[in-house]
């Protein structure tokens, strides 16, 4: 199968590049290449969607599946469509659980309400004034997709990823934080839903459609479960028998200026409940689609493996540092959990 992935450089579409590679398939990668390599194996054609004719070295290529994990751009979507659409069997476009009008609800499938669709390129400053742009571009650019490419489209809405090569923070804290021991910071929101899919599930998902001629709209996700389910099963595959997790309140948290989810001094997959709903969504159809699920105990290793190799005690996108995480221990009393994570 001659492949194409707009991209292929970095995390998931890397991810989705090595994939085709594994599977013995003629993989291009196209993409500017100022992200980092592709992988082994796949050729590079450098391609710039924000120049009006930057994906012309690929005119006149047929590919038997092409895979697009366009983030804010609809231009870049519809450019693609129009000049690789007639010439591809296949086409996946990546999208994004953040499609879901509704942020509070959990279990929603895929035929839940819907953001009004969005045709722009969302600049930074953009995505800053207007918080729901993203999901209503993410709409636009399905709608597109369906339009040029009919059954021949995946549609994969993806929630978050993580695993080898993700640099976010937004797991990989927590696998790096609890494997030092100690008493770790957590918030007390332990019934929280979470949910996630390891990068090589969804590579691997995602390049099998391609040779299936997979079609359709998908949730790709994982299960969802607690909070404090998660952060237990986190201890038990890296933690160490001085390993205590510390519960604290939102309120107190919030106080000392601890921030939800992402950015500097924050406690990552911890979401306030009027953003539980994206934390749960359902993904029955992706399984009877063909998706499958690696042991979390694998992810948590391999996701550590990693940390290992880009620095535990780096600067960090999210998380607390040492000094946070000790201010906010010494100034009072908390909830602690034994050595297996399990609250007491």
């Known amino acids: 199968m001659k492949m194409l992935v707009l991209g292929g450089t970095a995390f998931l579409s890397h ?15 196209a993409a500017r290449g100022t992200s980092g390599r592709v992988p082994d194996g796949a050729t590079l054609v450098r391609v710039d969607r924000d120049a009006p004719d930057g994906l012309e070295p690929l005119a006149g290529q047929r590919f038997d599946a092409v895979v697009d994990v366009a983030t804010m751009s609809y231009p870049w ?15 996946t476009f990546v999208s994004s659980i953040n499609v879901y009008a509704d942020a509070v609800t959990t279990g929603q499938n895929e035929d839940s309400a819907l953001h009004e669709p969005a045709t722009s390129g969302a600049a930074a400053e953009e995505r800053i004034q207007h918080p729901h742009l993203y999901g209503g571009i993410k709409v636009g650019c399905e709608n597109a997709v369906r339009e040029a ?4 489209a995946l549609i994969v809405r993806s929630g978050l990823i993580i695993g080898p090569g993700d640099v976010s923070d937004r797991f990989g804290y927590w696998p790096a934080r609890i494997s030092r021991g100690g008493r770790v910071v957590v918030p007390d929101a332990l019934e929280q ?7 090589r599930d969804m590579a691997t998902w995602i390049v099998g459609a391609g040779e ?17 389910e998660l952060l237990a099963a986190v201890v038990k595959a890296v933690g160490t ?16 200026g601890v921030q939800v989810w992402r950015g500097e001094k924050s406690l990552p997959l911890w979401v306030p409940p009027e953003d539980y709903g994206f934390m749960a969504h359902d993904h029955s159809r ?8 690696r042991p979390f105990e694998e992810t948590v290793a391999d996701v550590l493996a990693y940390e290992r190799e880009l620095g535990l005690a780096r600067e960090r996108k999210a998380g607390l540092t040492t000094a946070e995480e000790l201010a906010l221990l010494e100034a009072g009393p908390q909830t602690e959990t034994t050595e297996k994570g399990d609250l007491v």
């Open 149 to 152: 490419m009919g059954e021949r």
């Open 212 to 228: 299936r001629g997979t079609g359709g709209t998908y949730n790709g996700v994982g299960p969802a479960r607690p909070f404090g």
């Open 286 to 293: 992706a399984l009877a689609a063909g998706l499958v699920h």
């Open 193 to 199: 839903p979470t949910q996630h899919i390891d990068v």
């Open 77 to 91: 979507v519809r450019d693609a469509l129009t000049a690789l659409g007639a010439q591809a069997s296949h086409w």
């Open 241 to 256: 028998p001085e390993t205590a997790l510390v519960a604290l309140s939102a309120e107190r948290l919030e106080a000392a």
């Open 15 to 29: 991810a989705i590049a090595a994939e085709g590679v594994r599977r013995g398939h003629d993989v291009v990668c």
